[in-house]
């Protein structure tokens, strides 16, 4: 999926991208924090989206992300969110997977790492501001402000702790 000689996936790697999605909208859904005054969450779905966006690349995490956000918001009865975060989250992997692979390329791993991650919160949280504000108020998207950000950085800290596991877990996917 990182390889620019492959222009299209295998059906392998579809499969695979459909059990971290999976994988994803459930553990999700599982962990949850409702904020009522906000009608939504804190969960964890930027964990995943960012990891596949890192490991997998910027085709993965727009995937992943934009199925998760999608999928998480029909099962928690958000269907309101649905297209929303649909195109929220596809941005956020994108743009995260976009980053890390320049930083792959120019040598500064771990800064372009931060800059990824932080440009994805912000994607997330600027999308979900304009949703709020679109389906509620100013004041909704406002309130949704905190939250949000606070659910971007336990995302971005989760992934950050989880990344090396998964990358010797693909390692080994990979010599299979």
Not at 35 to 63: E, K, M, Q, S, Y
Not at 144 to 169: N, S, Y
Request: net charge positive; proline share 2%; charged share 10%.
């Amino acid at each position: 999926m990182a390889d620019d000689s492959k222009s299209k996936l295998t059906l392998g790697q579809l499969v695979f991208l459909a059990l971290l999605t999976a994988l994803n909208v459930v553990l999700s859904r599982i962990l949850i924090i409702p904020i009522p005054a906000t009608h939504g969450n804190i969960n964890f779905c930027d964990t995943g989206i960012f990891l596949a966006a890192i490991t997998l690349g910027p085709v993965a995490g727009l995937l992943v992300g934009g199925l998760s956000g999608f999928l998480l918001d029909l099962l928690s009865g958000y269907a309101q969110f649905m297209l929303f975060s649909l195109v929220i989250h596809g941005l956020e992997g994108l743009f995260v997977g976009l980053l890390v692979k320049k930083a792959v390329q120019d040598g500064r791993k771990w800064l372009r790492y931060i800059l990824a991650l932080v440009v994805g919160i912000i994607v997330m949280v600027g999308g979900y501001y304009l949703a709020n504000w679109l389906l509620y108020s100013t004041a909704a998207g406002v309130l949704g402000l905190l939250t949000d950000t606070i659910q971007g950085i336990a995302g971005a800290i989760v992934a950050v702790i989880l990344l090396p596991a998964l990358q010797k877990v693909l390692l080994k996917y990979r010599q299979l």
